[in-house]
C-alpha cells in the first residue's frame, strides 16, 4: 500500500525565518513520482515540483529547496526566508510511476506565516 | 503547462437537486481524468477515475450512483452529484492526464459546492 505522511498539522513561523515542511512516505515500488502541492486560500492547487524517483538530486528553485531521500522515504521542503505569500496548506503527494495522474496525498501542513 | 478548467468555481444548491461540475483539458487531449474531494481542513481524497469511452472507476467508499462521471470526449468529463445533501458540501477537484509526453496530471481550479 502507498501513503503519505505530513506529520506537522500546522506551522507557524514569523517572516523571513526558515522553515522545513516533512514528507515522508511509504511505497512498496522502485520507481515512483513525488511531488509537493501549494493550495492558497482560494482553493486552486500550485504545481511546484515532481521528483522520479530515479534522482535523488536536491534541487533548488529560487526561496525553495527540495530534499529528497530514498534510505529514509523522505522527501521534505524548505522554504528560505519567508514570505507572507508563503502562507498556504502545502501538501506532498506520490504516484506510481506508471499512473502519473493518480496521485495520494499527505495530510497537508498549514503554515502561517507572520509579519 | 497545460491548462485545465473547471467549471463552476462556486455552487449552491438546495437539498435533494443535483449539480453538474465540468472538467476542460483546454490544450491537450486527456485520456484520463481523476476526480478529487476535499473536505474542510482535510487532504484531498481520490474519488474516481476516468478513462475517455468508458466507464469511471470508483473508489472504495464511493457511491458512483450518487456521484455520475462521464467523459465523453477527451477533452471533458463530469461529474454530477445526484440529490445533493449537505454532507455533500464539498471541495472538488479534477486532473487531466495524458499519457504522452512527460505523463503528467494538470489540476482544474476546483468547484466549492454548498449545499443548503
Known amino acids: 500500500a502507498q501513503k503519505v505522511t505530513q506529520a506537522q498539522t500546522e506551522i507557524s513561523v514569523v517572516e523571513k525565518e526558515d522553515v522545513t515542511l516533512d514528507c515522508v512516505y511509504e511505497?512498496?515500488?522502485?520507481?515512483?513520482?513525488l511531488f509537493w502541492y501549494k493550495q492558497p486560500p482560494s482553493g486552486e492547487l500550485v504545481f511546484l515540483i515532481r521528483?522520479?524517483?530515479?534522482?535523488?538530486q536536491n534541487e533548488i528553485s529560487g526561496r525553495y529547496s527540495w530534499n529528497f531521500q530514498k534510505s529514509t522515504s523522505s522527501f521534505n521542503f524548505t522554504i528560505t526566508a519567508s514570505q507572507v505569500v508563503d502562507s498556504a496548506v502545502y501538501f506532498c503527494?506520490?504516484?506510481?510511476?506508471?499512473?502519473?495522474?493518480?496521485?495520494?496525498f499527505g495530510q497537508g501542513t498549514e503554515l502561517s506565516v507572520k509579519p | 503547462g497545460a491548462v485545465v478548467s473547471q467549471h463552476p468555481s462556486r455552487v449552491i444548491c438546495k437539498s435533494g437537486t443535483s449539480v453538474k461540475i465540468e472538467c476542460r483539458s483546454l490544450?491537450?487531449?486527456?485520456?484520463?481524468m481523476f476526480w478529487y474531494r476535499q473536505f474542510p481542513k482535510q487532504s484531498l481524497m481520490l474519488m474516481a477515475t476516468?478513462?475517455?469511452?468508458?466507464?469511471?472507476?470508483?473508489e472504495q467508499g464511493v457511491e458512483k450512483d450518487k456521484f455520475l462521471i462521464n467523459h465523453a470526449s477527451l477533452t471533458l468529463s463530469t461529474l454530477t452529484v445526484t440529490s445533493a445533501h449537505p454532507e455533500d458540501s464539498s471541495f472538488y477537484i479534477c486532473?487531466?492526464?495524458?499519457?504522452?509526453?512527460?505523463?503528467?496530471?494538470?489540476f482544474g481550479q476546483g468547484t466549492r459546492l454548498t449545499v443548503v
Open positions: 486532473s487531466a492526464h495524458t499519457h504522452k509526453g512527460d505523463d503528467e496530471a494538470f
Open positions: 511505497t512498496r515500488d522502485t520507481t515512483y513520482y
Open positions: 521528483r522520479n524517483s530515479f534522482d535523488e
Open positions: 503527494a506520490l504516484s506510481r510511476y506508471n499512473q502519473g495522474g493518480k496521485l495520494i
Open positions: 490544450d491537450f487531449q486527456a485520456t484520463t
Open positions: 476516468s478513462n475517455e469511452g468508458s466507464k469511471a472507476t470508483y
